[in-house]
């Protein structure tokens, strides 16, 4: 998953130009204008239940478990002035909602649901720091294999 995540911020990267970073790090902050991301819920359970099947690759035999869950990233974009973290916010909610769709459906990831863009501005001490931001809800798909022996004769009872 959290591969998948860094793949998806790198696309939206290369195609809005506006840099990503994730939060809660300890790295150095880009020159504005730039976004933060934050996984803020990791998994959440998806409807439906999970697939089970065998599955044979070259002289093996699998047992597959796949899931699907739901995944909430929230997203903050900073900026020297507050029409422009607005602005941003939305290239980047727009990213989202069309230009990025292709590439998420080509990773087996489905949008399910795109927040509004909020105004999560903050006072600090003599300063605002601009920011506006929105949530965005993945679908994505889980998949754990496991080798299992052949078998060649069932005992009866």
């Given at each position: 998953?959290?591969?998948a995540i860094?793949?998806i911020?790198?696309q939206?990267?290369?195609?809005?130009?506006?840099r990503i970073?994730?939060?809660?790090?300890?790295?150095?902050?880009?020159?504005?204008?730039?976004?933060?991301?934050?996984?803020?819920?990791?998994?959440?359970?998806?409807?439906?239940?999970?697939n089970?099947?065998?599955?044979?690759?070259?002289?093996?035999?699998?047992?597959?478990y796949?899931?699907?869950?739901?995944?909430?990233?929230?997203?903050?974009?900073?900026?020297d002035?507050n029409?422009?973290?607005?602005?941003?916010?939305?290239?980047?909610?727009?990213?989202?909602?069309f230009v990025?769709?292709?590439?998420l459906?080509?990773?087996?990831?489905?949008?399910v649901?795109v927040?509004?863009?909020?105004?999560r501005?903050?006072?600090?001490?003599?300063?605002?720091e601009?920011?506006?931001?929105?949530?965005?809800q993945?679908?994505?798909?889980?998949?754990?294999?496991?080798p299992?022996?052949?078998?060649?004769?069932?005992?009866?009872?």
């Amino acid at each position: 998953m959290i591969e998948a995540i860094k793949t998806i911020v790198a696309q939206a990267y290369r195609d809005t130009g506006l840099r990503i970073i994730q939060a809660n790090t300890t790295a150095p902050k880009p020159p504005l204008p730039y976004a933060v991301y934050n996984i803020t819920v990791s998994y959440t359970k998806d409807r439906g239940r999970p697939n089970v099947a065998a599955r044979e690759e070259a002289d093996a035999l699998y047992l597959d478990y796949e899931d699907s869950f739901l995944v909430t990233i929230s997203f903050n974009v900073y900026a020297d002035r507050n029409e422009a973290t607005i602005a941003q916010a939305k290239k980047l909610r727009q990213w989202f909602l069309f230009v990025g769709q292709v590439f998420l459906q080509d990773n087996g990831i489905a949008i399910v649901n795109v927040g509004n863009v909020e105004n999560r501005t903050t006072f600090l001490v003599d300063s605002y720091e601009y920011k506006h931001g929105f949530d965005v809800q993945l679908r994505m798909t889980e998949r754990v294999g496991v080798p299992i022996e052949w078998f060649n004769t069932v005992q009866g009872v």
